[in-house]
């Protein structure tokens, strides 16, 4: 009906309750002065214009309602408070553009019943900046409450790029039951990979998803979509107004965002913020399964050091990487020629003998 009339469903609700009241239908609800003038539209245009980002094949991908509105109240401090739907209304009735976004019925997902039972991480390669290579973003999130708990930007997508980013969520949060990845060589337990084998050494438990089955783990891949359609109109509106030279700065504009983002009502949560259920979920004992985090930076390092077997020679010496290394003589006594020997390599500090 709404559709047929072209008018919004809280209204046909307002009609079908007075139809039931038997109440006069013609009846008008009380016309309101709108606040945004000529120039109010103009500049919503205009600004939505702008922030429309080139792609490939010469089409524009244009921001949410939500980042344009933000960025409408930054650049004008006059500009009048109104909601996002009266936006969205200007935008369909005077862009010739806007896509018509098809509504789709929403399907709630299973979820942990605790923080820290689940945490999700993935990496997503994409063209972040506008006309800029593509370069990896390292995601973690909470499965219960979908906080994030970590976004980072890394030059590489490699083992010493991670690490920093887990030693930072583990010595803020503490250490998580499970954490859920894809069957990446890093975190795949089937290939022995680096950080599956040091979180196990830490007592967490790694999970990897299955091959070629996005829906597995269909959270975190609808975060990273989320982040790939707002975060890069977000970084172009802050670029706008301060320079940026290197990654670090990238992140600290990363960090803002990622704050704002968990301020953000969810439908998965009910219309409540992430930030919200993570919060009350802390303070309450059962709700809360993050393990503290004991260990050692030393401990942490020799979690997750390079790890490899190398067989003793006659001299009590093992051959790593074109060096060669001797087994100290108090040592010496405790294991024999020809047996192998555990080499850990901690990237850029040590390496060590087991």
Request: charged residues 30%; proline residues 5%; aromatic residues 12%.
């Amino acid at each position: 009906m709404a559709r047929k009339l072209d008018i919004s469903r809280s209204w046909v609700t307002v009609l079908y309750q007075r139809f039931c009241r038997g109440e006069n239908l013609v009846r008008q609800r009380t016309s309101r002065k709108s606040k945004l003038e000529q120039k109010h539209i103009a500049l919503i245009l205009e600004t939505y214009e702008e922030l429309a980002i080139e792609k490939e094949n010469k089409q524009k991908e244009y921001p949410s309602v939500r980042i344009l509105s933000s960025t409408l109240y930054e650049l004008y401090k006059d500009f009048p408070k109104v909601s996002d739907e009266t936006i969205r209304r200007v935008l369909k009735k005077f862009f010739v553009h806007y896509p018509e976004r098809a509504r789709h019925h929403y399907r709630k997902r299973w979820q942990a019943e605790a923080i820290g039972e689940i945490v999700q991480a993935d990496v997503s390669i994409h063209p972040w900046l506008e006309k800029k290579p593509a370069f990896p973003l390292l995601l973690i999130m909470d499965d219960h409450s979908r906080y994030v708990l970590a976004a980072k930007f890394l030059s590489q997508d490699t083992i010493e790029n991670h690490m920093p980013v887990w030693q930072e969520v583990f010595s803020e949060y503490g250490l998580p039951y499970k954490v859920y990845y894809d069957n990446d060589p890093k975190y795949s337990k089937k290939n022995n990979g680096l950080i599956a084998t040091a979180f196990e050494e830490l007592d967490i438990c790694v999970v990897n998803s299955r091959p070629y089955q996005p829906q597995g783990k269909g959270k975190i891949e609808r975060k990273i979509q989320t982040f790939q359609k707002q975060l890069t109109f977000y970084l172009k509106k802050t670029l706008k107004k301060q320079r940026i030279e290197t990654l670090e700065q990238l992140n600290w504009i990363l960090r803002e965002y990622v704050i704002e983002h968990n301020k953000t009502p969810s439908r998965a949560l009910d219309g409540r913020t992430p930030e919200e259920v993570f919060s009350e979920a802390r303070r309450k004992p059962q709700k809360d399964l993050f393990k503290p985090f004991t260990a050692t930076p030393e401990q942490f390092e020799k979690a997750f050091a390079f790890r490899a077997f190398r067989r003793l020679d006659k001299t009590y010496e093992v051959s790593y990487n074109g060096h060669k290394y001797r087994v100290p003589k108090e040592n010496a006594f405790r294991v024999l020629p020809g047996v192998n020997i555990e080499v850990r390599e901690f990237p850029g500090k040590w390496v060590k003998l087991f």
